[in-house]
């Protein structure tokens, strides 16, 4: 995944410098770059709703549609949160292909599943979103205990499929 990392921003700097743009060695914000974000007009304006209306240059602009003139203000998604969606998908992706092969028992998939609920989900956790993606994974826990050694059904799988979809997605957030 570093490794990935890496070669992105060497892509990303050899796009800036095929651009012109500044390198990351400068701090400050370049006047090159405030274009960019200053204000994105768009093709056909008699198109647009009266109401949807940018102001124009001489009236004073609504406090709500104000636009930021510098980079500094944008707000960037904290790294936690892709962290957290890498490690729900490094967690779940597998589980998910044992089931889409069909070829694990419903015993196997539920020692993956229960390994995967204690590392995702800590008891001592009072979210509301995991403790109740941590319930629907009881669900299917006891499902899967119950079904011991013998194989799962096309439907049962598919179900369990929707349900690691849904938690990737509460869990991932």
């Known amino acids: 995944m570093q490794s990935s990392l890496v070669e992105l921003f060497d892509q990303l700097r050899d796009l800036r410098s095929r651009l012109n743009i500044v390198s990351d060695t ?16 768009t093709p056909n304006t008699d198109a647009l709703d009266p109401a949807l209306k940018l102001p124009s240059e ?12 510098t980079p500094n203000d944008m707000v960037l998604p904290e790294d936690s949160d892709s962290g957290n969606s890498a490690k729900v998908n490094r967690v779940l992706d597998p589980i998910a ?15 993956y599943l229960q390994a995967a609920r ?12 995991k403790g109740k993606v941590a319930r629907d994974m009881d669900i299917v826990l006891n499902f899967l205990k119950a079904r011991g050694k013998r194989t799962i059904r096309t439907d049962e799988r598919d179900n369990i499929l929707k349900r690691i979809r849904r938690w990737k997605a509460h869990l991932a957030v």
Do not use: C, M, W
């Open 26 to 41: 400068t701090s400050e914000a370049s006047p090159s770059i405030l274009p960019l974000f200053s204000e994105v007009k």
């Open 58 to 69: 001489d009236e004073e602009p609504n406090t709500s549609i104000t636009e930021s003139k």
């Open 97 to 111: 292909h044992e089931l889409r092969t069909g070829e694990a028992t419903a015993e196997i998939v539920y020692e």
């Open 118 to 129: 204690e590392y995702l989900i800590d008891d001592d956790d009072s979210e509301s979103q």
